[in-house]
């Protein structure tokens, strides 16, 4: 519990305050994080959706139009990009989620008194477990972007 005298009480807040500003900035690395995931996210949406419209367009000007398999395997690459990505933006969600509920527990500890060590440990070792799922999930992604771009370059260099 926060003592009732008024320096303790401020000295008190202060230090809280210390104690949450490290997590804080992971807080803020996730979020610039979960920026680029969406941003990635939303360039192979759009790529989904402009092969859909592309067929759909097709399909429209001839109904016995049969969707390239240069095309069917495109779009089904982009779909597994945009299920792994996803994932990453889950776990990356989740890592803010951990770092939000270590900050949570360091003011509820001070204000409840309650031994919060095993807590915040948890929490933080869970909120980096997600981190590094979520980079080696966006790793992933990057690996199956320049390996479909270079198989591409050799499929035009072999014509």
Wanted: glycine letters at 2%.
């Amino acid at each position: 519990m926060i003592p009732i005298d008024s320096n303790s009480v401020i000295t008190s807040i202060t230090l809280l305050i210390q104690l949450a500003v490290a997590p804080v900035f992971l807080l803020a690395g996730v979020a610039g994080l979960l920026n680029v995931f969406t941003s990635r996210f939303s360039r192979i949406v759009d790529k989904l959706e402009k092969i859909d419209h592309q067929v759909s367009t097709q399909k429209k000007k001839d109904e016995n139009y049969i969707e390239d398999d240069k095309l069917h395997i495109r779009r089904q690459f982009l779909a597994m990009r945009m299920s792994n990505i996803n994932r990453a933006i889950l776990f990356c969600t989740a890592t803010g989620l951990m770092v939000a509920l270590v900050i949570l527990t360091v003011f509820a500890s001070a204000l409840l008194s309650f031994n919060s060590d095993y807590f915040i440990a948890v929490f933080f070792m869970v909120a980096m477990f997600f981190l590094i799922i979520s980079l080696v999930l966006f790793l992933r992604e990057i690996n199956f972007t320049a390996s479909f771009i270079n198989k591409k370059r050799c499929s035009i260099n072999n014509n």
